[in-house]
């Protein structure tokens, strides 16, 4: 079979990519936008770096900030009954993964109304047209969703965060400023960088892995590895790097998958509401070494990518290097080492079932099974 590949039409990178935006909505004929934003980036002014450039440039907009963090079913289809009530012809995502993904189920739906349950679009929908076009601005570096084909809805009432798959989501032009992004506080920043980890880390070992999506795995860890700690500590280089690491690597594991690290985090943000970068940096280090036997030598180049010098390692203490790398980081960035505080014991067959459904889970590279998922879980209580 055939592998594909499907990346934004346009991207901006950099210091001041946002000032693009007026140029990129003119050249489209665009007339009117749906700016998708949650209430805290409204209350904090990032929303309003974007406005600023629309109202100079004389751009007709519409706000629509009713998003939560871990959005849900109501979030969208509340928005697209304001995207068409507004007669919006596109949308700006301005946010982390809530916005952008909400902007996509929204646009999804807007174009594809017999989806409108958004239930029906869990995995990959057989939806028809592109969505209402989305310029995407990410403020986290993290879920790289400006790039990825993948957007996570929560159904409250099922308890269960619903992967969607479906390269019609796509926004055409991502604007990837790390001023956008400087205004993140340390924890939320250590947090959705250790999101972007785990999607390289899990794309570079996942089933479909190939020599393209390698090469971007590869260097997005390199720069994670080089540029967390510093974006913590807010400077610009490290929020140049992170801006970059994030976004290569959601080049790479938006078209070849990820593993049961995010299949353990979904059903953690849907219960608990636990962030999901914070979920997946405490569930990683476990998953790797759970992982380690099906990954061949793998974990020499993603050890070699975090900076540790692997002359004269065998394979076992190679992976374990690469294990503590990750743990070294995540620590530093002081990211919590088990669930103990998140996870009730109760809760676990729940949490098993729902991971062994997820929709990253046959990506990962090692069979798995509910009970040891289970055994996964237990073992970070
Ligand atoms: N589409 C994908 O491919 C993909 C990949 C991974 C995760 N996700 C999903 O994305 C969501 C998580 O997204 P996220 O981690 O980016 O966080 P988020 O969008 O949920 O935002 C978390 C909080 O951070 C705040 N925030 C965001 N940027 C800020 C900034 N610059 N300054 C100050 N505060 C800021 C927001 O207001 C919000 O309160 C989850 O639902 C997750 O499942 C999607
Ligand atoms: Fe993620």
């Known amino acids: 079979m055939a592998n594909r590949f499907i990346l934004n039409e346009t991207s901006y990178h950099g210091s001041g990519a946002i000032q693009e935006i007026p140029n990129e909505v003119k050249a489209r004929g665009f ?14 002014g990032v929303t309003k770096k974007v406005t600023d450039l629309l109202d100079e440039a004389g751009l007709e907009y519409v706000i629509y900030s009713d998003i ?10 509340h928005g697209v009954k304001f ?16 916005s952008m993904d909400t902007a996509k189920a929204i646009g999804i739906i807007d ?30 570096a993290g879920t790289a969703a400006e790039v990825t084909i993948n957007y996570v ?23 990837v400023d790390p001023d956008m992004m400087s205004s993140m506080p340390k924890g939320l920043t250590a947090a959705t960088g250790m999101d972007a980890l785990t999607h390289a880390i899990e794309g570079y070992i996942t089933a479909g892995a190939w020599e393209m999506s390698d090469m971007f795995h590869l260097k997005a860890i390199e720069l994670i590895a080089k540029h967390l700690r510093g974006a913590v500590e807010n400077t610009p280089e490290g929020r ?27 059903p953690l943000g849907a219960l608990y509401d636990t962030p999901h970068g914070v979920a997946n940096a405490i569930i990683l280090p476990t ?38 790398a990750v743990k070294k980081l995540s ?20 949490l098993s079932e729902s991971a062994y459904a997820d929709a990253c889970r046959p990506g990962n590279p090692r069979e798995t099974s509910v009970e040891e998922i289970k055994e996964l879980y237990q073992s970070l209580l």
């Not at 009117?32 to 904090?44: N, R, Y």
């Not at 939560?68 to 079913?73: D, G, L, Q």
């Not at 140049?240 to 979904?266: D, K, P, R, T, W």
């Open 31 to 44: 007339h009117k936008a749906m700016v998708c934003s949650d209430p805290d980036l409204i209350k904090f």
């Open 68 to 77: 939560k963090a871990n959005p849900t079913i109501e979030n969208v289809q």
């Open 83 to 98: 995207l068409q009530d507004a007669k919006a012809d596109y949308m700006i995502a301005i946010g982390g993964g809530s």
């Open 111 to 140: 174009k594809n109304p017999e989806f409108a349950d958004v239930r029906s679009l869990e995995g990959v929908a057989d939806t028809k047209n592109p969505c209402t076009p989305i310029l995407a601005v990410p403020t986290t």
């Open 153 to 175: 809805i929560t159904d409250a009432q099922k308890d269960r965060k619903m992967v969607c798959v479906d390269p019609h989501d796509l926004p055409i032009v991502a604007f």
């Open 240 to 266: 140049e790097g992170m801006a970059l690491g994030q976004y290569i690597a959601g080049m790479g594991f938006s078209n070849v998958g990820l593993g049961i690290v995010h299949s353990m985090a979904h």
């Open 287 to 324: 998953v790797m070494a759970y992982n380690a036997p099906a990954t061949g030598t793998k974990y020499k180049d993603i050890a070699e990518a975090m900076g540790v010098d692997t002359t004269g390692m065998d394979q076992e203490t190679y992976r374990q290097a690469a294990i503590d």
């Open 331 to 350: 620590q530093d960035v002081g990211i919590p080492t088990d669930l103990k505080d998140i996870v009730k014991a109760e809760d676990l067959d729940f």
